[in-house]
């Protein structure tokens, strides 16, 4: 089969690899028709920190091509939707709804031969890892199959961001990043209610679709600049919700300083150099949650449904489309910043 392989600091190659099988009986195997390239794949693709000659890749949506004995949630012939963490949905941590940290679990693209930006995946522990989509997938547009591929990851995790900072009706809250992250981040405070949404963006047409997803506002300021503009905003209060997207030190650092006394800052940025002034925290009473996105939990409970009911549409967030030949240039367009998210045509449902 064609995957996607990482060949050192700014390289990339589509090159042949074996197609996966069954290795336990809580496997599945996934013949992919959709996947993309992530923001978090670009510190590997930047920095070097992944082995060379590995594949790459964590979001993916496609048809069970086979199962192993213990499968019991998807059949050959279903279309599932393969979050980015896998889980084994039994243990205590998994029943919480805080699948991404399940102690048997895994990452897909963190170790080899689980990477999804390939043509077949091989899925560990599936019944607590898989969302099957109901419906006839031969009868989705290419739209509705981009909307549902972000449910894997990035909308998601906006919506973890959303849901740690405790997004009320209402409120006023501000999102860090206008990645495809941000930008979800932005719908998903929209889909809870917040009145006013401020955007941490400098970017046309990244504010374009933030726009859409329910921005009112946007400040292009950092740092020091960025937390006055913002108090400012907010009549020197700060919002009643941060939901920081981003990971670097000085997003996070911002983040922490504009939030309200008694908000929570919501983090799904992967953190790079991040310090926090816990006293300062501990005296304005605001908290730190998050971390990887329950995305099986909030697929089932709510975002499937509102993807398949036409309510929301994340799938704008692809603005360029490429197939595994073209995998070097995925990358490359989304590290300089020439789209915001780039999809992968894999197959054919």
């Known amino acids: ?18 197609k996966p099988t069954i290795t336990d009986d809580g496997d ?16 590997f693709y930047r920095d070097g920190d992944k082995p060379v000659d590995s594949q790459a890749g ?22 599932v939707i393969v979050p980015f963490p896998y889980s084994c949905g039994r243990c205590p941590v998994c029943k919480a709804g805080f699948e991404s940290s399940c102690p048997h679990g895994g990452y897909f693209g963190g ?15 599936a019944d607590g890892t898989l969302v099957v989509v109901p419906g006839n997938a031969k009868d989705f547009s290419d739209g509705l199959l981009a909307s549902l591929l972000t449910l894997s990851d990035v909308m998601a995790t906006g919506y973890h961001a959303a849901a740690s900072a405790e997004v009320k009706p209402g409120d006023t809250a501000v999102v860090f990043g206008d990645g495809a992250v941000g930008l979800c981040a932005v719908l998903s405070a929209k889909l809870m209610g917040a009145d006013r949404i401020i955007a941490m963006s400098r970017h046309a047409d990244r504010q374009r679709i933030a726009r859409k997803f329910g921005a009112t506002d946007f400040v292009e300021e950092r740092g020091d600049e960025a937390v006055a503009k913002v108090m400012e905003m907010t009549g020197g209060y700060g919002a009643d919700a941060v939901l920081e997207c981003v990971g670097s030190a000085l997003s996070n650092d ?13 983090r799904v940025g992967l953190p790079h150099g991040v310090k ?22 909030y697929d089932t409970r709510r975002l499937l ?45």
Not at 31 to 39: I, K, L, N, P, T
Not at 319 to 341: C, F, G, H, N, P
Request: charged share 25%; aromatic share 6%; glycine share 10%.
């Open 254 to 266: 911002t983040a922490m300083k504009v939030a309200r006394a008694g908000a929570i800052v919501g």
């Open 305 to 349: 449904k509102e993807v398949l009911d036409g309510n929301i549409d994340p799938g704008i967030v692809y603005t360029s489309e490429y197939t595994l030949d073209d995998i070097q240039e995925a990358y490359a367009a989304m590290d300089e910043r020439r789209t915001v998210k780039s999809l992968l045509r894999v197959s054919e449902v």
């Open 111 to 125: 170790e080899d031969g689980l990477g999804c930006q390939a043509e077949y995946l091989r899925v560990p522990e």
């Open 1 to 18: 089969m064609k995957a996607a392989i990482y060949k050192g600091v700014g390289r990339m190659a589509c090159e042949e690899r074996p």
């Open 276 to 297: 926090a002034d816990i006293p300062g925290l501990f005296y304005r009473n605001v908290g730190l949650r998050g971390g990887p996105a329950s995305v099986r939990t």
């Open 28 to 43: 599945a195997v996934i013949r992919v028709v959709r996947a993309c390239v992530c923001g978090s794949d670009l510190w």
């Open 58 to 79: 964590h979001e993916a949506i496609g048809v069970v091509e086979s199962t192993g004995s213990d499968v019991t949630i998807a059949k050959p012939g279903d279309f």
